[in-house]
Structures are given as C-alpha cells and as structure tokens.
C-alpha cells in the first residue's frame, strides 16, 4: 500500500512539473511568422485619455474642446529616437458613433509607453480647404502612418462626411503638417472608385536599419486596404492608387471573414504590412458576429486582433492566418467607452529599442499599447 501511494504521489509530482514547463506563455503560441506574442504592460494603460484641450477650429470660426469626447484609434511611427502617435480625438458635438467631428492629434514618447509631450492643437482636421466638401462635419479617422526612406511621412485616414467614408492620403515631412491629397482612388479607372465607401489601408513596408520604412513589391508600391474583407492597391507615387480588379473592374478579395471565427463578420486592416523573409505579414482587426455563424469563445460583435501572412512573391496569395486572435479585449476600458461589446482595434505598429510596440484603440475611447521582445525574420 505505501509503494503504491509512492508510486502515486511521484505520478502527481510528474505530472504538475510537466504541466508546469509545459505551459504555455500567453499568446506563445503564434506562428514563427506571425509578429508576436504581444504583452501588456503592466501599469500604464491606457496611454493617452481624452482632454479639455481647445484649439481654434477654422469651419466653425469658434475655440472649442477637440479631444474632450474619445481618443482611440492611433497610427504610430519613429522619428529619430522617439515614437510618434497619431491619434483619433473627437470633440462632443454629437451623441452616438459617427456622429461627432473626429480630428487627428500627435502625441510623443520615448520609451513606447509614457507620454511625454502631446500637440496642443490637432494636426490633421477638417479646414477650409480642397477637401472640406469630404471631411466636414465628420472629420478625419483613423490614420495609419509609414514614412519613405528619405523621410516622406504617408498617412492613409478615413475622410468622413458624414455621408461617404472615403480612403484618403496626405503627406507630411514632420508630421505637424499635412498636404492633402484627397480620396486614394479618385483617379483610379477613370474615377470608377471615387465616391466608394472605402477605408483602413496597411501600406507595405520593410525593416531596414532597425526601423519600418515603405518598400515596393513587384516594382509598385503596395498597401492592402478595406474593413469587409482584405483588399490590395498599387501606387508608383504613393499618392494615387489603383485597387486590384478583375476583368469587369470590380476589386477582388483577397480575403474574407470566416463562418464561425473571431473574425466572422470583418476582416479589416490594422497598421502598416511588414515585409519578411517568410513572407508578408498583416496586422488585422477581426469583427465577430453574434448569433450562428459566430465564434462562441469571444464576445458577439467583439473586436480582437489577427495575422494573415502573404506570399512575397504572389503578395494576392495568403498562405498562413491566424485561427485564433493574439490580442483580445480583457481590460475594462478595452470593454467599455462608445463599443462595450469590447474593443482592441490595431492601427500602429514601430519597431524601437529592439522592441514591437502595437498602438490600439480601446473600445472607441481610449489608446493603449503591447509591447514584443521577439524579432522576426
């Protein structure tokens, strides 16, 4: 009897050292392509919170609160040592999503996780200008942000009239200020696209020196773009695109949600694609649907975030995808604000001090951010 109690507790003690070096790190298990895993870290989010800040605004010839309402959705990218964040700030002239003047503010940090200096004014806003007729009185959503090699900053945001979202491009050298270029597609076929609905592009690039800069493929410049399914364009100048299409014009989908999945009602693009030896790498925002064709796991009209990888040969061609999410929302402020069903929405991606750092929107109202140790190949 007490060998077989020995026999019993050393099985037990087997047993809990195995499952102990077994287990899992969280999200560890990502693919060796995949970008990841991703920590939060601990005590500093959310990162930037909605202010009283005031700024003169030019359509409504008045100084009015700009950030006072949410701020989310933030692009992000390095300049020299420091880390610059792009975010979506509304006001409160309106109640409910979409219905309030959304402009976009730059915030700085040096160690990916504490602000240390914000733009008192936005830096991109609807004014009087080319393109007030497409962004007034919604504004400018949603930017994702990449620079060129010799320092170009290309931001690609959502112009919101509050009729139309369109996809939209402007340059900048310093990030404070932006020429406008207008609608990405308004040239493209004869301005078959101009007035599509249309948003969230991820410009191809490549880390070069440490840091991610825009690379062509194939020749052109490259970004996937759309909130549906995975679409992709191609630019010679990064500022007037043509979205890939079959033989009657219409875009192709590269990709679409999956009966069943996190992703099962959008598939919609996250930062800046990264170019790797494996392939293509693409961040994206996977929408769950309620009801049947939902995943049961995660939370009906959830947010969580993906990785599709796509051949660098073929960049049309996606060749590895992520079954489960690497980012869900789980903080409170991740599943509260403006969409409680739960949000962590991907937009900026910067590789600092040999680390990732991935900027996200919390649930409409908040930024915050995850933090990689892993390099990629």
Not at 238 to 262: C, H, M, S, T
Request: proline share 6%; hydrophobic share 35%.
């Amino acid at each position: 009897m007490k060998q077989m109690t020995l026999k019993i507790y050393i099985a037990f003690a087997l047993l809990v050292l195995v499952s102990a070096c077994s287990t899992p790190e969280k999200n560890a298990g990502l693919p060796s392509w995949a970008i990841g895993p991703f920590e939060r870290p601990e005590g500093v989010n959310p990162i930037i919170t909605p202010q009283n800040t005031t700024f003169y605004c030019p359509l409504t010839a008045d100084t009015i609160p700009w950030e006072n309402g949410d701020t989310f959705n933030p692009a992000a990218i390095l300049k020299n040592d420091t880390i610059c964040i792009l975010y979506r700030a509304e006001d409160q002239s309106g109640q409910g999503i979409g219905k309030r003047t959304s402009r976009i503010g730059l915030a700085q940090t040096v160690d990916g996780t504490t602000i240390i200096k914000k733009a008192k004014s936005p830096v991109l806003y609807p004014a009087n200008d080319s393109q007030q007729e497409l962004e007034w009185p919604g504004g400018c959503e949603d930017p994702r942000v990449a620079v060129t090699e010799d320092g170009t900053y290309v931001i690609m945001y959502t112009q919101w009239n509050r009729k139309t979202a369109r996809l939209a491009v402007a340059h900048s050298k310093d990030l404070l200020h932006w020429e406008k270029f207008g609608p990405a597609f308004k040239n493209a076929y004869n301005g078959k696209f101009a007035d599509r609905f249309c948003k969230s592009a991820s410009i191809v690039t490549t880390l070069k020196d440490g840091k991610l800069v825009i690379t062509k493929v194939n020749g052109k410049y490259l970004m996937y773009w759309g909130e549906k399914s995975i679409y992709a364009a191609t630019s010679t100048d990064l500022i007037n695109w043509e979205p890939l299409v079959d033989e009657n014009q219409d875009v192709i989908a590269l990709a679409k949600p999956r009966k069943g999945y996190f992703d099962s009602d959008l598939t919609e693009c996250g930062p800046p694609a990264v170019l790797t030896n494996n392939g293509i790498v693409l961040i994206y925002n996977g929408k769950n649907k309620s009801g049947a064709d939902s995943d049961t796991s995660y939370t009906a009209n959830a947010y969580c975030a993906g990785q599709f990888l796509f051949d660098k040969n073929d960049p049309y061609k996606v060749i590895g995808r992520l079954d489960k999410p690497f980012l869900v929302p789980e903080a409170p402020f991740e599943k509260s604000g403006q969409y409680p069903a739960g949000t962590v929405f991907v937009e900026g991606l910067v590789h600092h001090q040999n680390k990732w750092f991935l900027y996200y929107g919390c649930a409409d109202s908040r930024v915050a951010v995850v933090v990689s140790n892993k390099n990629i190949q």
